[in-house]
């Protein structure tokens, strides 16, 4: 997934087996970027799930809760982005 998209010339971060408070960091992150110089935003989430939720290092964490960094009132540069979320739980 890395080497595709940086091919695709995404800027690419990777974050190996996050807790649940690293993982809402890098949302944080993201949702505080200045977003304006880019045409859209890819999260990919590899991890173990259910039900709606993946399987941080410690917890539990809703799937949607990750979309809600990323609404137009929290995170303004990216109003009217192409936002793309891939999950894959098993």
Same mark, same amino acid.
């Given at each position: 997934?890395e080497? #595709?998209?940086?091919? #695709?010339?995404? %800027?690419v =971060?990777v974050?190996?087996?996050?807790?649940?408070? +690293?993982l %809402? =960091?890098?949302? #944080?992150? /993201? +949702?505080?970027?200045?977003h304006? +110089?880019?045409g859209?935003?890819?999260?990919?989430?590899?991890?173990h799930?259910?039900?709606g939720?993946? /399987?941080?290092?410690?917890? =539990? /964490? %809703?799937i949607?809760?990750?979309?809600?960094?990323? /609404?137009?009132?929290?995170?303004p540069?990216?109003?009217n982005?192409?936002k #793309?979320?891939?999950?894959?739980c098993?």
């Amino acid at each position: 997934i890395e080497t #595709l998209f940086k091919k #695709l010339r995404f %800027e690419v =971060e990777v974050n190996v087996d996050c807790n649940r408070k +690293q993982l %809402e =960091e890098a949302c #944080l992150r /993201y +949702q505080n970027m200045d977003h304006s +110089q880019y045409g859209a935003f890819v999260c990919c989430i590899a991890a173990h799930g259910n039900n709606g939720c993946i /399987y941080t290092a410690d917890s =539990e /964490y %809703e799937i949607i809760k990750i979309m809600t960094f990323f /609404y137009d009132d929290v995170c303004p540069t990216m109003k009217n982005k192409i936002k #793309l979320f891939f999950v894959n739980c098993c």
